[in-house]
């Protein structure tokens, strides 16, 4: 965090001089040091958050091909009448262990279209489906078993 937010001072300054070094130095010290004691931030989770980058980097592309998935399945059931809608509520435990990955799948749910998530309790969660098999593979998708690397 300490490189990033220096990094950032340097580029907002537009110029490199000792004087600029030295303030930014103390400025991004100051504020990695607020970080740490308000919100818990160390070297080590930075370092852990790093590692999760290329995770995250491939969780999108499949988050948007899920949403293109469901919006095709959605359309389907508004122009074919032959297909009733079934709206119903599942409750679907994930496993998922922190809260970042509990509220990534979360708002992957509500994102992709025909589901709603309309509570979570730790590692479940109540989805809101136009139709039952909408949930299916909420647990072992592919965006779950993503979180789940995530998690390790």
């Excluded at 948007?64 to 009733?84: C, S, T, Y």
């Excluded at 136009?130 to 949930?135: P, T």
Aim: with cysteine; proline share 5%.
């Amino acid at each position: 965090m300490y490189l990033l937010l220096f990094g950032i001072w340097l580029l907002l300054n537009g110029s490199v001089t000792p004087e600029i070094c030295l303030f930014g130095a103390g400025l991004t010290a100051g504020l990695g040091l607020l970080a740490y004691a308000l919100f818990g931030y160390t070297p080590k989770k930075d370092l852990q958050f790093l590692c999760r980058v290329p995770l995250f980097l491939v969780f999108l592309p499949v988050l948007l091909f899920e949403i293109l998935k469901a919006n095709g399945a959605v359309i389907r059931l508004v122009l074919r009448k032959k297909i009733p809608a079934a709206p119903t509520l599942v409750v679907v435990d994930t496993g998922l262990k922190t809260r970042f990955a509990q509220f990534m799948m979360a708002n992957a749910i509500t994102l992709t279209p025909g589901t709603i998530t309309v509570r979570t309790a730790g590692s479940r969660v109540t989805v809101h489906c136009l139709r039952r098999e909408y949930a299916e593979g909420l647990e072992s998708g592919v965006l779950c078993r993503l979180l789940h690397r995530m998690e390790a």
